[in-house]
């Protein structure tokens, strides 16, 4: 799950001739702030309406032009079933798909249902929960078709989702460095919250984009861009302990906006140990799944390479 | 295919609205027989997966509920906590409360816009999209952007982004804002007061469908002036009651059709968001704001739903005028927030959302952990009303082509800016012509 590697992907050539290239915005589980982040671009708005035509975007146009698209942004995580057959028409029509957000890329905050009873929490939220239809884990898009790029942030970043859209325009990459919040946080000169506060953070884990906001206005990082590569969380371990977080809250910083992402999940299971109830609820979800192999693998990759 | 004794009219993805919905209107034999509002946003299960959170965490969290009013959600779940844990803000740091409100007032000014401008505006002009207005009203739309990016860049400075602000906090804030921030927003907001005036002229120039609808009516009310952040419930009919019975008079209720929970006023249909805002508050709005509303056709009452995109428009001109009066008077409190120790107990809070009365109410333990969360957003609350008018518009309107009718039948539903993320849901009409 590296944000810079782009995936092999099926891409339909554009047409001859010299059309603008076409746009298309989907939104599935979400909270709408990653598009709006394209409609909060005030200034730039207009000058790439110019650029590109948006042949697709709920949000912002009743026009809808169907496929294919030169570059599909997609919102949101799959949590219904509708969600798998539409995520894969989206791929078929789009010559790039970039996944945007917490959400697309890890399942987003709905994913704290993949450590609990979905039809629990279908109870406790409807009186009629046979009405209905979800999956029983959120998932982020990758887990169903090939993506060419995913762009964190919960939520994204208006500069960050800019340049992603240029740069696929233009047929070049998108220069999103893989850094951690530490390295935004010594580039916009803010004093270490952690090492001057004893104020626990996560910025040492987390990839950079927002622009180290959260240490400039006196908080530790929250985590809401997902882990860096090679995130190395153990590390950081007794440092937060020492910062005065116990194990349950190590786990709930983990557990709340990339909860699903594999570097945060294994975290979370490092830092809670086995015995669980949901680690035992997730487990066996994952037994009956078939998947135990390959997520231990991602986890090995991601947690243990990166602390090592 | 049979006699035409039966239409079916839909929109399988309601465009321009935020979130994910559609609309089914069977007609059958000149009648409106059904109308359905469907919200089938996925479920995201927000009050099941607070319990066993920390008391701390509801703002952070609940803000992720909707990206368009996150502010909304951050300062209704830190008024309903900081209840439980008996701390009051505004009695013991007004200068915290009314950064608090100038906050809130950020929102107001960037949604309110962004629904005005780029949701709302298209139906009126015919066109599909703001875009398409910028190619011949370049300079309308920039207008547009120019005020939504004023709401915005408060929202940058005193929450550290737009969208899901980092600064708030139970309390209060993590930072106070320096004066020179204050300064700068200070200039912006003085030229974005122009802009909102002249987008109230603008929208008060529009052309209205003919519809008056009488619905029970809900919003926050305070004595002595527009209530956002802080109120007391008031219905119409029914008068005023505490936060803390809000559950009894407004209950929600499942239907096969929609994700979201449908809710009720006391057993009536009700309407919750700027109608209902304008016509039980708008005397408590500063003179100024009331003459510029009554020269763009805002009269006493408004009972016309398409005219709800000018009490937004009256409404941003006041949010811009209300900031200007907070950074004015703004003396620093002493600390950024006040300390929140938890306690076993429950908390009720209310604030009105650019699009209604949001509602919360949290039950926790005494060592601070969430037992439980109960949210009713403003959408909920105005899924009748919406299918209700949807009701009455087809049927006086039964003569129009299928495409026409769903265009309108569009426009009414983005009257109420329905916000289906919020309602934990998406919009897509059908209407069934048969």
């Known amino acids: 799950m590296t944000t810079s590697t782009p995936v092999t992907a099926p891409r339909p050539e554009p047409d001859a001739g010299h059309r603008a290239p076409r746009l298309a915005v989907w939104k599935f589980s979400s909270c709408d702030g990653c598009q709006l982040t394209l409609l909060d671009a005030e200034d730039e708005l207009l000058p790439l309406a110019g650029r590109v035509e948006i042949a697709y975007f709920l949000e912002a146009s009743r026009h809808q032009e169907p496929g294919p698209y030169d570059l599909s942004l997609v919102e949101g995580s799959i949590a219904t079933p509708e969600d798998e057959e539409r995520i894969r028409r989206v791929r078929a029509d789009s010559r790039y798909l970039v996944v945007i957000g917490a959400c697309a890329t890890a399942g987003g905050i709905q994913a704290l249902r993949n450590l609990a009873d979905v039809k629990e929490y279908a109870r406790t939220v409807y009186a009629r929960p046979d009405y209905i239809r979800t999956l029983d884990r959120s998932r982020p898009v990758s887990d169903y078709v090939p993506v060419d790029f995913e762009l964190r942030g919960c939520p994204i970043d208006k500069g960050q989702l800019l340049e992603v859209v240029c740069a696929f325009l233009a047929g070049r990459r998108p220069d999103i460095p893989d850094q951690s919040v530490c390295f935004a946080c010594k580039a916009r000169g803010t004093v270490c919250v952690t090492t001057a506060h004893g104020i626990p953070c996560l910025g040492p884990v987390t990839h950079a984009g927002c622009g180290a906001i959260c240490p400039a206005y006196g908080r530790g990082c929250y985590g809401c861009f997902g882990p860096v590569t090679g995130a190395r969380t153990d590390a950081l371990l007794p440092l937060l302990r020492r910062d005065g977080l116990g194990e349950r809250e190590i786990v709930r910083f983990y557990r709340t906006f990339n909860a699903e992402a594999p570097a945060f999940a294994a975290a979370a299971r490092r830092a809670g140990g086995q015995d669980e109830a949901g680690e035992r609820d997730r487990a066996g979800e994952r037994d009956r799944a078939g998947e135990e192999d390959s997520a231990s693998e991602h986890e090995e990759s991601e947690g243990e390479g990166g602390a090592a | ?434």
């Open chain 2, 1 to 434: 295919m049979t006699h035409r004794s039966e239409r079916l009219l839909g929109v399988s993805a309601l465009a321009r609205v935020e979130g994910e919905g559609a609309m089914r209107v069977t007609v059958r034999d000149g009648r409106v027989e059904d109308v359905r509002l469907s919200i089938y946003e996925p479920p995201r299960f927000f009050e099941a997966f607070l319990r066993g959170r920390a008391w701390t965490e509801p703002p952070d969290i609940t803000a992720r509920i909707c990206g368009i009013c996150p502010v909304a959600y951050q300062l209704t779940a830190c008024a309903a906590i900081e209840d439980a844990c008996g701390v009051a803000v505004h009695r013991e740091e007004p200068g915290i409360a009314a950064l608090r409100r100038l906050l809130y007032c950020g929102e107001w000014i960037e949604s309110h816009t962004l629904h005005v401008y780029l949701l709302h505006a298209p139906d009126f002009l015919g066109l599909p999209d703001a875009l398409t207005l910028a190619r011949t009203e370049r300079a309308t739309v920039e207008r547009g952007l120019r005020l939504k990016k004023a709401g915005n860049d408060l929202l940058e400075t005193l929450g550290g982004r737009a969208i899901h602000p980092v600064n708030v906090r139970l309390g209060g804030f993590h930072r106070l804002p320096t004066g020179a921030e204050l300064a700068r927003l200070e200039r912006q907001l003085t030229q974005a007061r122009r802009d909102a005036e002249e987008a109230l002229e603008w929208v008060g120039g529009f052309d209205f469908p003919e519809l008056e609808i009488e619905h029970a009516l809900l919003a926050l009310s305070e004595p002595d002036r527009y209530a956002i952040d802080t109120g007391t419930p008031l219905a119409e009919p029914g008068g005023a009651f505490p936060v803390r019975d809000f559950e009894r008079h407004v209950t929600e209720h499942q239907v096969a059709h929609s994700t979201a929970l449908q809710a009720d006023l006391d057993g009536r249909r009700h309407l919750c968001g700027p109608l209902a805002r304008w016509n039980l508050n708008h005397r408590r709005l500063p003179a100024a704001v009331q003459a510029a509303a009554a020269g763009a056709g805002l009269g006493g009452r408004c009972t016309n739903p398409f005219r709800s995109i000018v009490v937004r428009a009256a409404e941003v001109l006041w949010a811009v005028d209300e900031s200007l009066r907070i950074i004015a008077d703004y003396r620093p409190p002493s600390r950024p927030h006040l300390e929140v120790p938890p306690r076993a107990g429950i908390g009720y809070a209310a604030t009105e959302a650019p699009r209604g009365t949001l509602y919360h109410r949290y039950e926790l333990d005494a060592e601070g952990g969430v037992r439980s969360a109960v949210i009713v957003p403003p959408t909920a609350q105005n899924q009748r009303a919406v299918e209700s008018d949807l009701r009455d518009f087809v049927q006086a309107r039964l003569d129009l082509d299928d495409a026409e009718l769903t265009r309108q039948c569009e426009q009414a539903i983005r009257n109420y800016d329905p916000c289906i993320s919020c309602a934990a849901h998406f919009l897509d009409l059908t209407v069934d012509r048969g």
